[in-house]
T-cell receptor, first 117, second 113 residues
Framework: AQSVTQLGSHVSVSEGALVLLRCNYS??????LFWYVQYPNQGLQLLLK??????LVKGINGFEAEFKKSETSFHLTKPSAHMSDAAEYFC???????????????FGQGTILTVHP | DVKVTQSSRYLVKRTGEKVFLECVQD?????MFWYRQDPGLGLRLIYF???????EKGDIPEGYSVSREKKERFSLILESASTNQTSMYLC????????????FGSGTQLSVL
């Protein structure tokens, strides 16, 4: 079984401030981890993903995330927020081994990011 | 670019009707998914399909069924629509394998009255 918990349904930051969106996962097998973003009135698109190798992964638009196995976390960060970052962000997990979780992608509840001028 | 097309952007149906939501992708992807998106609940997986004629239940399959007769098309069927199935429905596809990224359609907002 697998699950994702995003801490904080709404996060508000000032333009130029650090963005930190929290994601914790549960998986019975080694995970693949993803962050997707949904801009207003647009479809979801992939921001970044962790599969294997380096635990710090970089994505589009200056975002990055670090896989921490000991903490079962995959938090998303950006050093300096921009107004255009306002969107809803979803963390997702997929099992990378056999079994019923393989291939099934489970999403978290989403975090709405608001950026103030 | 990969294109995932959902047949309707908005749909209004009555309680008890049988509803078909269609999804077509043009990149020969093996895997296809149906999610519903509700505020505060994120995306919840209804069904997914590894390949033609193959399907797996997701987390909330009750009240839904699916059909995948051709590789490019994945249909979601609401056997008898109910008001609690009012939601945004998202279709997605990807190449075979769990590490690939999902390509999403623009969604169908279904209202059941």
């Amino acid at each position: 079984a697998q699950s994702v918990t995003q801490l904080g349904s709404h996060v508000s930051v000032s333009e130029g401030a650090l963005v930190l969106l929290r994601c914790n996962y549960s998986s019975s097998v080694p995970p693949y981890l993803f962050w997707y973003v949904q801009y207003p009135n647009q479809g979801l698109q992939l921001l970044l993903k962790y599969t294997t190798g380096a635990t710090l992964v970089k994505g589009i638009n200056g975002f990055e995330a670090e896989f921490k196995k000991s903490e079962t976390s995959f938090h998303l960060t950006k050093p300096s927020a921009h107004m255009s970052d306002a969107a809803e962000y979803f963390c997702a997990v997929s099992g990378n081994a056999g079994g019923t979780s393989y291939g099934k992608l489970t999403f978290g509840q989403g975090t709405i990011l608001t950026v103030h001028p | 670019d990969v294109k995932v097309t959902q047949s309707s952007r908005y749909l209004v149906k009555r309680t008890g009707e049988k509803v078909f939501l269609e999804c077509v992708q043009d990149m020969d992807h093996e895997n296809m998914f149906w999610y519903r998106q509700d505020p505060g609940l994120g995306l919840r997986l209804i069904y997914f399909s590894y390949d033609v004629k193959m399907k797996e239940k997701g987390d909330i399959p009750e009240g839904y069924s699916v059909s995948r007769e051709k590789k490019e098309r994945f249909s979601l069927i609401l056997e008898s629509a109910s008001t609690n199935q009012t939601s945004m429905y998202l279709c997605a596809s990807r190449v075979q394998g769990a590490r690939g990224k999902l390509f999403f359609g623009s969604g169908t907002q279904l209202s059941v009255l």
